[in-house]
């Protein structure tokens, strides 16, 4: 349902606004470098600042840009059930082809309220739902066990697996319904997670690299793993600094450079500092990313 490389889209800003001129050319730009998908209102979105009303309209744009050209993976996710609820549900009448749901934060749920939270959602709407577990993020993490129980309703789809552990990854296929996707979080390991089964990647580096994290994935699927193998290889460095500081921060400066966006952040998210700058604009001019 949800293979190959998924962009989590930043959110652009202008003057304090979502700036949907630049948002709907962030999108063009992802289809024309060959994602599979598009997911709005995720982590990388700034999901967490944005107004309910915000949520609605960078979705409804999402969809409305991709057309039908791409899947669109529409983030929903909250600390709330009831919230979660509505946003899902938004998702599914806007027209998304799925919906992503953060485990919820800083309540720090047991398992047993993280099987009641997502299986109650999914009973409420009826639209094709990946888990998201990102323990750095939330602080609090979501057990294969627990995975493996939510795999077995119909419409929770996949897992969009944030560990960072191939161990833990390898016990939530061990412990899944056959056919539920797992789909990889963390673009260190993309290819690693492949390689044990993962279907693909939901993206940060794919903002400014579509291309090659797109190819990196479909060269696997083809069954051209020197290829692939290669470019998960020649990633790393971007990978690395699109992380140098709290993520979306290295991305939306790149995307700035690059001529995609304004440079504008939401607090309490702040721009790169100088040293990390530097460092970034070495690795895009490497990249040819930007200009020498």
Sequence with gaps: MFRGCFTALVTPFKGGKVDEEAFRRLIEFQIENGVDGIVPCGTTGESATLTHAEHTRVVDIAIDAAAGRVKVIAGAGSNSTDETIKLTRHAKEAGADGALLITPYYNKP??????????????????????????????????????????????????????????VVTEVIERSVEGFEIISGDDFITMPMLAIGAQGVISVTSNIAPRKVSDMCRLFFEGNLDESRKLHYSLQPLHRVMFIETSPIPAKTALAAMGIMDEEFRLPLVALSGENRAKLGEVLKAYGLVGA
């Design 110 to 167: 047991t398992q047993a309220g993280l099987y009641e939270h997502y299986s109650i959602v999914a009973r409420e709407v009826d639209i094709p739902i990946i888990l998201y577990n990102v323990p750095s993020r939330t602080g609090v993490n979501m057990s294969p066990e627990t995975t493996g129980a939510l795999s077995k309703i119909d419409n929770i789809v996949g897992i969009k697996d944030a560990t960072g552990d191939i161990a």
